[in-house]
């Protein structure tokens, strides 16, 4: 459903679809409970020689109007959580096997990606180091490890549906899979300083031509490859 932010990751969908399950049932509810709510409000109003009536709550015809909603939210509730224990699994649990992996580091105020080369491994000679640029290729699965170098920042990829915190001291893994080619914001969501609003990046997913392409745009003549500052 990309009728507010487009979808560019394999799991954005389902966190989608969780959000507007969550939203149709809360709305009903809601939309029911006002319906109750005036209607006694109308038809239960003060009237000319009529004494307003004291409810217990201890008949059967008054327990109802608690018992019977209360199940029926119970039930519902058991939906919402059975929705997301799935889309939680998909996107925390069940970790796909990596294509590559792409490394996330946080500081005040940047972020730094560092990219596998052409051989498609980290922490070889040809890596690509960059600041507040993450460089991807479309329908490859890439795991990332997330750090911080200083305080708590919150890795958010809008168009990812991904939002991860990233805590000093820790690696977080996690993944993703870019199922369509472009340029995105990259966004800290989590108050880290006084030059948070100052810290955006870009993400850039590209075909396999451009994105091999990309990759030979960082050698020197010597073979070496450039980091992007």
Known sequence: MDHFLEQASTYAGSIDWLFWLIT??????????????????IKY????GQKAGYVTGTKKSEKKWITIPHILI????????????????????DLPEADQTVRVISRQWAWIFEHPGPDGKL????????????????????????TSKDVLHSFSIPVFRLKQDA???RTIKGWFQPTKTGKFDI??????????????????????????????????ANGELLASQ
């Open 24 to 41: 149709a049932i809360v709305g009903f509810w809601f939309i029911i409970a006002e319906i109750v709510f005036f209607g006694f409000i």
């Open 167 to 169: 805590v000093p001291g």
């Open 45 to 48: 109003r003060r009237k000319e």
């Open 74 to 93: 119970i039930c519902c509730d058991v939906v919402l959580v059975v929705g997301a224990i799935k889309v939680w699994n998909q996107v925390k649990l």
């Open 187 to 220: 966004q800290c969501t989590e108050m880290c300083g006084i030059g948070h609003g100052l810290m955006p990046a870009r993400l850039y997913i590209h075909d396999e031509e451009s994105h091999l392409a990309w990759m030979n745009s960082h050698k020197t």
């Open 123 to 146: 922490d070889t000679e040809d890596d690509i180091r960059t600041t507040e640029e993450l460089h991807l290729q479309k329908g490859v699965t890439y795991h990332y490890e997330l």
